[in-house]
């Protein structure tokens, strides 16, 4: 019996009028709204089975004797309710995992506008959100206030702040606030009164996202797993801790972190991993994962390997991309970090996507993209400060000895699979705590329960986490209509003659988009100052 059945799953929304997506001749599909909890009932034929048991004959006869008919009774009972159970349980269809993070983008900045121009009911932006620029949160007058608005660039000069500190003010309002409720009322006075933190994107500036969220899932409750920057976050994502780190203390990092994690849960189990990655493996800040034994076998150049593991069918269970984190020369970044042009990552999704979907493996695959922390950008909703367990009762350093009991702000994630109903869209989970929520720790907790590892949780965190598991059982077989390709995509930065000529062959596309009108902008200019040879 496989380890996980099925259950209630987190709340969950789909597109109004969203078809649903093909399943076996003659099923009934489920309805697209809110999904519901499955209602408990008795192992099918278990009752007609008892009334059968306890008939003792026709009358006059003598009946037998009870002894001898208990034990076939409660050998029948447990049967029966085995089979019942089994029939509601299957194995994951899931059997291999690609992670892709991203760098320093919140929720609201990335897919704040979904709802209102794609109609994705996710929790976003209503263009009535704002922030004080002055010193008193309580001037709340027009002139006072910077608000959202959709003209974000997909070049931000500045990188916000996004440290611990910088958390503390933008949630709450100032740094002395700490023990209130968050407001989420900081981002513009901690960014100086930039009025950048609060412009958010359009989804036709994001072409991968704007096509992968609707076709496939969106959280729209999954939290950063600390309030603060990078590196804590990251390595949160596979090992439910950052072992008290709340920044990057260049001595740790170097050294390296020893907790366990979720490559050594698979280790245990025999499953593979492997890393791809373009500049430098992030990973490699976990100390264990600098053993001889994985450097050869576990460690890839994704130029070189991931397309080919992907063609070849032979990706193993967990994949992590890890995208350029520098600007070099002919090789701009794609990890979406201020001040990185976003188009590079989203050409990177695309990629990523469309080596998948040409995969033998595609029927079994998960693709997750998200990001490591907000990045300093505004979100709307409250970061959750209840019940938020300590992974390893590891405080921080002074002044704030941060005891890991609240989480960051939102970040965006999407997830695609074959498995995944067209439009769904993942609030709030069901469990396993009446306080659980999707965070970074909710990779590991899942990967648990859909690889059936044997190892225990690796805290107190991932124990805690909300999981996704049940959003691949809604449907009886996977989907055929998912896309089999995406939009080109034209960063700012590519060569001039590599742009000329592939917009030829995507003279189908709309030219009126504004990343189209960004693009052509900077052409102009480029053309102006440079020699084409």
């Not at 992670?99 to 506008?113: C, I, K, P, Q, T």
């Not at 899932?217 to 994502?237: E, H």
């Not at 124990?463 to 998912?482: K, V």
Request: overall charge positive.
């Amino acid at each position: 019996m496989h380890p996980w059945p099925l259950k209630p799953g987190a709340e969950t929304r789909r597109v109004p009028g969203a078809s649903p997506c093909p399943s076996r001749p003659g099923s009934i599909p489920r309805a697209l709204a809110r999904a519901r909890p499955h209602e408990t009932q008795p192992p099918r034929g278990t009752t007609s089975r008892r009334a059968r048991a306890m008939a003792t004959g026709s009358p006059g006869r003598r009946a037998p004797r009870p002894r001898p008919l208990l034990l076939p009774f409660l050998l029948l009972l447990i049967v029966f309710a085995g089979s019942g159970e089994a029939s509601a349980a299957r194995p994951s269809p899931i059997k291999n995992v690609v992670v892709l993070a991203l760098e320093n983008r919140s929720f609201d900045h990335m897919l704040g506008w979904t709802r209102r121009l794609l109609g994705l009911p996710v929790d976003g932006l209503t263009g009535a959100e704002c922030n004080p620029n002055s010193p008193s949160a309580a001037n709340s007058s027009a002139a006072a206030s910077i608000c959202v608005s959709a003209d974000a660039d997909l070049v931000v000069p500045d990188d916000p702040g996004h440290s611990f500190e910088d958390v503390l003010e933008q949630v709450f309002g100032n740094i002395s606030a700490a023990a209130a409720r968050p407001s989420m009322s900081g981002f513009v006075r901690s960014a100086l009164l930039s009025s950048a933190v609060m412009r958010a994107f359009r989804p036709s500036l994001l072409p991968a996202f704007s096509a992968l969220a609707p076709a496939f899932a969106v959280f729209d409750r999954w939290f950063s797993s600390i309030p603060g920057p990078t590196q804590p976050n990251r390595l949160f994502l596979y090992s439910a801790t950052s072992r008290g780190a709340v920044a990057h203390d260049k001595l740790d990092l170097l050294l390296g972190y020893p907790q366990r994690t979720v490559f050594d849960s698979l280790a245990a189990d025999g499953r593979d991993f492997a890393v791809y990655f373009k500049t430098i493996p992030t990973v490699l800040f976990y100390r264990r994962l600098r053993a001889l034994r994985y450097a050869a076998r576990s460690f890839h150049r994704y130029d070189a390997a991931f397309k080919d593991h992907a063609r070849r069918g032979v990706l193993p269970a967990l994949s992590v991309i890890e995208p350029r984190y520098f600007d070099l020369t002919g090789t701009p970044a794609d990890d979406d970090h201020p001040a990185h042009d976003v188009a590079n990552g989203q050409r990177l999704v695309k990629d990523v996507y469309e080596a998948l979907r040409a995969s033998p493996q595609w029927n079994q695959t998960l693709l997750i993209v998200t990001y490591d922390e907000h990045g300093g950008f505004y979100d709307h909703v409250a970061t959750p400060t209840a019940g938020v367990p300590s992974p390893d009762g590891i405080r921080g350093p002074p002044p704030f000895f941060f005891k890991f009991d609240r989480l960051g702000v939102r970040v965006p994630t999407i997830m695609v699979s074959p498995w995944i109903k067209r439009g769904t869209v993942v609030g709030r989970p069901a469990g396993p705590t009446d306080t659980s929520e999707f965070e970074h720790s909710s990779i590991p907790a899942t990967l648990k329960k859909i690889l059936n590892l044997s190892s225990d949780f690796l805290t107190k965190r991932d124990a805690w986490a909300g999981t996704f598991e049940h959003i691949f059982t809604e449907l009886d077989e996977p989907r055929t209509d998912c896309p089999g390709s995406l939009q080109p995509i034209f960063p700012l930065n590519l060569p001039i003659m590599f742009i000329i000529s592939n917009s030829i062959s995507a003279s189908r596309f709309d030219r009126r988009d504004e990343h189209n009108a960004q693009l052509n902008r900077r052409t102009q200019s480029i053309r102006s100052i440079q020699t084409i040879t």
